[in-house]
């Protein structure tokens, strides 16, 4: 008679995971770069520093700025001083409009060159626009910067995010919304009762795959960009499903999917009892053992996730019935056999 494994059919709600690799981002990662060019006159950070919002990074060399207003304003002094007096010529009938209209046009012309260059003396400090840490810096104070060299790189760990690519094929099954769980080695967490919280629209056609943002929370910081991180989305959920172990599922020549259910053999006392006496005097009894006759049954397979199947019986199956999982190969329909572990 042949041994077997047997583990009974379960009814409860059944969930498939999707497993995607990904990583985490921060929204707020930014390289920063003066206003203005100039002169770095001082550098107000250390790599590695945690800086707030609004907090000064470095300050841009304003004296050429200042001498070009103190120029300019003399300019406007002075042209101030003519327009006066084509006004006041116009007046008397003396002067001409087209003269008088020429001077106001040059006052104006100069007091708007003032305007700009002050408002440029205004952006000569580089401020963060977050609060984050300074990651690196590049330049060194009394180098020449400007508006196409960054002073330093900013990250935020506030607004951190898990991204991951997925494929197309997933597109209606997998939308924001969808339940997700974030393993993440380098930290030995897992990050629970979580939703997608945006999906792409656009699908990368090279590899045929969207994107998918999960939103973190990040109290202390310890969630930093760039780390591994292993996606679960749950794809599909099944209320009070019927379960069995995934090893009870077989396949025939044809295709068909099937189990086997195990029905208790009623055994004759006398040979039990005298079985029982033989097996204890010799230290071989077995609580577990039991005989069984199996029974073929075709299921219809619905989804498999961690070693568990969603199956729906195409017969009639006894509730709380067991079934076969290991040892399956070997048997057929009606066959007896023992469960033994």
Not at 5 to 14: L, Y
Not at 128 to 135: K, M, N, S, T
Not at 136 to 146: A, N
Not at 243 to 255: A, L, T
């Amino acid at each position: 008679m042949k041994r077997v494994g047997a583990d009974k059919v379960i009814v409860s709600d059944f969930e498939h995971w999707v497993e995607l690799q990904g990583a985490l981002e921060s929204d707020d990662d930014v390289r920063l770069t003066p206003q203005t060019a100039g002169i770095i006159s001082r550098i107000y950070v250390k790599e590695g520093q945690r800086v707030s919002r609004g907090q000064i990074i470095a300050l841009m060399d304003s004296d050429i700025i200042s001498k070009n207003v103190e120029e300019i304003q003399t300019a406007l002094d002075n042209a101030e001083y003519v327009y006066g007096k084509q006004v006041s010529l116009f007046k008397k009938g003396v002067g001409t409009e087209f003269d008088t209209t020429q001077a106001y046009n040059q006052v104006e012309s100069l007091r708007r060159k003032i305007s700009t260059l002050r408002a440029q003396a205004g952006k000569s400090a580089v401020v963060a626009p977050f609060a984050g840490y300074v990651e690196e810096i590049y330049p060194s104070q009394g180098e020449v910067g400007g508006p196409q060299s960054p002073i330093c790189h900013l990250v935020g760990l506030k607004s951190i995010l898990a991204t991951a690519a997925i494929s197309e094929s997933y597109y209606q099954d997998i939308t924001a919304g969808s339940k997700v769980k974030i393993e993440i080695p380098a930290l030995d967490t897992t990050i629970m009762e979580l939703e997608i919280s945006r999906v792409s629209k656009y699908v990368n056609p090279n590899n045929r795959t969207y994107q998918i943002h999960v939103d973190l929370n990040n109290p202390n910081d310890l969630l930093v960009p760039n780390l591994v991180a292993k996606i679960l989305v749950r794809d599909k959920m099944l209320r009070s499903a019927t379960i069995v172990n995934s090893s009870s599922v077989q396949y025939d020549k044809d295709g068909n999917t099937y189990v086997f259910w195990l029905e208790p053999i009623k055994a004759d006392k006398k040979k039990v009892e005298k079985k029982a006496k033989d097996e204890k005097a010799e230290k071989k009894s077995s609580s577990n053992d039991q005989n069984y006759k199996a029974h073929l049954v075709l299921v219809e397979k619905i989804s498999s996730y961690g070693g568990k199947t969603a199956i729906k019986f195409k017969a009639e199956v006894p509730k709380g019935a067991q079934i076969v999982t290991i040892g399956a190969e070997g048997i057929q329909d009606g066959d007896k056999v023992n469960v033994s572990f």
